[in-house]
């Protein structure tokens, strides 16, 4: 591009005089008006009320108003951002900018006009001149010296310049001429072009640093101009700003977004270990999933199953896992993903997960939240096309944030790791013990201890079975069997509890025994199996007789198994998670589970647990405090159907260890008969209103025998059992006083002669006790 074509179109023209012939330098002149006096532009001349060259007095005129400057006989004028303005052509020029200025253009100053005329320069010009450029170059040369001395990098000293060599009028006269050509093979000279394409000019300065260096001076000089100049430049000029990157320039990895996606279902589960316990929530949790089913056939869901359950017949571990497949289960854990996703990409427009593994979502803050949800949902939708997201493993944008305008991008891939590093396994622990936290309710540890003891070998004289109990055991003339009826009251409700009192003769120490109900222990088995992925190390034998009842031939082992996670589970602490997962794995949900189960079936608080045996069976026995009444429950282990008892006495303690040795719980081997007493009370089971006056007979005659015996003896702990045994049997006849009317009139005589202890009663002659 040539000079001329870079200046400002429509401004001025193109065809000035350069002036004549003569040797002397032509300059351009410049007369304001209402002066007289014309003032040449040789470099430059700025025009102005105080700070100027020359100086206009006029209210339009602004302190610094306009330069006008002659290079390479083109001549230029730029207004310094004056008040009123300046006119070229009846244009307001732009401040700062330079335009190129003809000899037939009009030019206003504020509200000067200005004529321009070329002319020779005078002599006496250029000796004033020659003046200002010897002050200049002396100026150089006290620069130049200085330099030298403080330069440490310069291996080779400058030439030695003197202004003595000089002459001073060649030398202006040289540089005159200089001035009318331009050598474009230089480097420095190109600034020029520069300047008039459209360059601001915005001081003097500038000015003046442009035109040193066009001046062809002595090497020395030049150099240390030109170092004057840029150690200038680097002080006025600043650097120009970086420029930032418009967008982020690649796109989270698929490993990072598969931490990410790992991190939300762990949260979803920790969410629904806590929550789901809640009735409101596990109904909205039934209504997520049944949006999703429905929106599918449920018949072909059932069908796909088990199509694929038909096809994998040779392995039996993935046959039944896809037989347990509840698809209604797993139709809402992936709507609560979906809406754990949308809610928190909504909140810090990045899902919780993509937050804690460092990603970020580029854009406007509200843009960003309103269609990172639009992304989470399409996400969704083609999940099962996950190739979509391939091209992120190449660091480029998915298929659904093109799709929706927005770009997860990670800020440091290397931090990235280390946080996935470190929050996938911390939410993995959160969500393995979220069930400590279940319905925000902690279960106070409770304490579990092994009392087990040999019991010695029973020779049986009398083995009966009782139903009732399903245990088998021997009536003596030592060990006598007795009703025991209990009515209880919870929620305004009576309830009638049916057991047996084995009371020893000689000493009147009695224990209580009702089995209160059946339950499936392999159910609570098979649910603590499904909640604990580890089972299959940690608990081997349950896992089998669970999956493969085939392999689970070890009775024992599941005996201690079980005894371990009641351990485990009761005694659990906080602060002993570490120890818990050396012996169960990290997951703590099958155990509070299997805990909770528990302690639904007894029904009542459990203060302590032992782990013992009772009546040839190993078995949890629990302690309860109910006012000032205790009692014990005990649960056996060891069988598919459990069953739960209840116990008037601890039976681990020495002095209660006689009253059940005789007892053997499911044994009917070697039974000659079943327990009269025992087919009694199972009668008023399966009747309230049964009648049997035959075994109402024989339950009398052995009321009066014990009673008479302990009378007569004096025994106070056996009279008391039998008063509160033989109340309780009257309590349940007085309910249907139509049936066994004479039992309860018999019994009800009993009872005020044992409490006046009326020896005639009981045919007791006083004299012969006494």
Known sequence: ??????????????????GGNSNLPVAAYITIEGKSKSWPVLEKLTLGSEVADVIIEDESISPKHCTFSLKNGVLCLVDHSSQKGTYLNFKKLIPGKTYLVNESDEIRVGNKNITLEYMEVPKSALEAEASISKINLENALENQSEAAHKSENDEEEPPEFTISKIDIDQ????????????????????????????????SQDDIHAIDVNEVELDPAVLKELDRVKVSKKRRTKKAAPKLKKITPSSSSHILLRFCASLIDFLSCFVLLNIFLVFVDVKQFYNFLGGILVDGYNGQSLSEVQSTISSIIQSDTYLKNFVDEINWHEMASVLMVYLLFRLVTTFMFSVSLGQFFVGMKSYGNSFFKRVMGVVREFVGFILFPFFIFDLTSFVGRRTFKEVITGTHLYTSSRLGAIFLALVFLPAFFILYALSPYLKGLEVLAPVAVKSEYYESPEWTYKNKVYSELLDASYDITTEQVSLPFFDIEQKNGKRFLTLGMTFINVETGKSISIKKLKEFSMMAIYKDFVELNFFAKY???????????????????????????IIESSFSFKLEDYPDFVKSNGPLYAGHRDFREKIEHLIGERIRSIKLTNLAGKKGLMAEHLIGKRQYYSFIPFGAKKGKLYALSLDVTKSENKALVHHLNFDDQNNVSKRDPIAEFINGFKQDPAYENIELAQLLYERYFRLSKKFLSEEQTQGLKTLEENIEGVVQVLKENKEKNIKLLLNLTEMLNALKQKDYKYFQIDKTVTV
């Open 1 to 18: 591009m040539t000079k001329e074509e870079a200046l400002t179109q429509n401004v001025g023209e193109n065809d000035h005089q350069g």
């Open 171 to 202: 030398e202006v006269l040289r540089l005159s001429q200089q001035l009318n050509t331009v050598d474009e093979e230089e480097e420095k000279k190109q600034e020029v072009a520069a300047l008039l394409d459209d360059y601001v000019i915005d």
């Open 538 to 564: 940690f608990q081997p034998n349950l896992f089998y007789y669970v999956k493969d009842k085939k392999m689970a031939n070890n009775k024992e082992g599941i005996i201690a198994e079980t005894q371990d």
